[in-house]
Nanobody, 122 residues
Framework: QVQLVESGGGLVQPGGSLRLSCAAS????????MGWYRQAPGKQRELVAG???????NYADSVKGRFTISRDNAKNTVYLQMNSLKAEDTAVYYC????????????????WGQGTQVTVSS
């Protein structure tokens, strides 16, 4: 019953900006870390940025200084502000979250969104 729904992808010119959102919904007791991954055609999925429940962040070297991850714990939502986009940022972007469902006996579980396409092209 827990799901992650992403939004905000699209087509943008090089140098442009996009903001991705990912909202977690369902029977949720607690959310630990949240993050964004991406997968370009023919490449492995890679971590773009992560954020802990306390707000500590980490970024892939390729996006440092251009992307910013943030979260709204009251809304169970994580965001990715992407600025100065480059063609090499083109990929499907996936949201990930460590979630403890209500009435679940066990540790946090990893959930994934369905992915949203980001295309950077002139």
């Amino acid at each position: 019953q827990v799901q992650l729904v992403e939004s905000g992808g699209g087509l943008v010119q090089p140098g442009g900006s996009l903001r991705l959102s990912c909202a977690a919904s369902g029977s949720i007791f607690s959310i630990n870390a949240m993050g964004w991954y991406r997968q370009a055609p023919g490449k492995q999925r890679e971590l773009v940025a992560g954020i802990t429940s306390g707000g500590s962040t980490n970024y892939a070297d390729s996006v440092k200084g251009r992307f910013t991850i943030s979260r709204d714990n009251a809304k169970n939502t994580v965001y990715l502000q992407m600025n100065s986009l480059k063609a090499e940022d083109t990929a499907v972007y996936y949201c990930n979250a460590e979630i403890l469902p209500r009435n679940y006996v066990g540790d946090y579980r990893a959930y994934w969104g369905q992915g949203t396409q980001v295309t950077v092209s002139s």
